[in-house]
């Protein structure tokens, strides 16, 4: 009994039970996650439109400005870019300076639940540090989107914080279908439609 009480259980709706804090892959489920990110907001909510930007539709916007980047990408890289932010379906979607304040173990939780989800759909347990970069250069590019066409920013206080991106918003196919909220079906469905469109 001291053992379960010293787990972090959650118990999904595929019918899986996620031990948050020591994760196997295992434990799971495109399903879950799709269910979990599509209803998950980004910028806490704080965003315009008739539905919150969630973190699926985030997902896949970052999936497509990474392909604009590495248009010869692999579909294990692919699927590493998409499922970037996969833990936030337990984890929720913290701003990244209360990351910050919150120190070290946050961050070491957040790597152990991504490399399970990683290893779950037989991809690398980490990406290679090339690799890193070019899903952080393609997240920090679908903020500043976000931040100027959903959450308010001025283009200049966007520049500021996340750089100026460097393949324009016309340059990414379908990209005013991809900044628009979606309703919580459809973020599932994209995510699930994305990932299907290039799994392994």
Do not use: C
């Not at 294990?76 to 979607?93: C, F, K, N, T």
């Amino acid at each position: 009994m001291a053992r379960l009480s010293a787990r972090a259980w959650q118990r999904m709706l595929s019918g899986r039970r996620l031990d948050i804090l020591d994760p196997s892959p295992m434990d799971v489920e495109l399903s879950d996650i799709a269910h979990g990110l599509a209803r998950v907001a980004r910028w806490n909510g704080q965003t315009q439109g008739d539905y919150p930007f969630s973190v699926a539709q985030h997902s896949v916007l970052v999936l497509e400005l990474f392909r604009a980047h590495q248009p010869d990408s692999d579909p294990i890289s692919q699927l590493q870019a998409l499922l970037h932010d996969a833990p936030e379906y337990v984890m929720g979607d913290i701003i990244s300076p209360f990351k910050a304040a919150m120190g070290g173990n946050y961050k070491d939780v957040e790597n152990r639940l991504l490399s399970a989800i990683y290893l779950r759909f037989s991809l690398p347990a980490a990406p290679s540090a090339t690799l890193s970069r070019q899903i952080k250069k393609a997240d920090r590019e679908a903020a500043y989107f976000e931040a100027l066409h959903l959450a308010g920013f001025a283009e200049s206080e966007a520049r500021k914080f996340f750089g100026e991106p460097s393949v324009p918003a016309f340059d990414v196919e379908q990209f005013d279908r991809l900044i628009r909220p979606w309703p919580t079906r459809e973020a599932h469905d994209r995510f699930i439609a994305s990932f299907e469109a290039i799994a392994i």
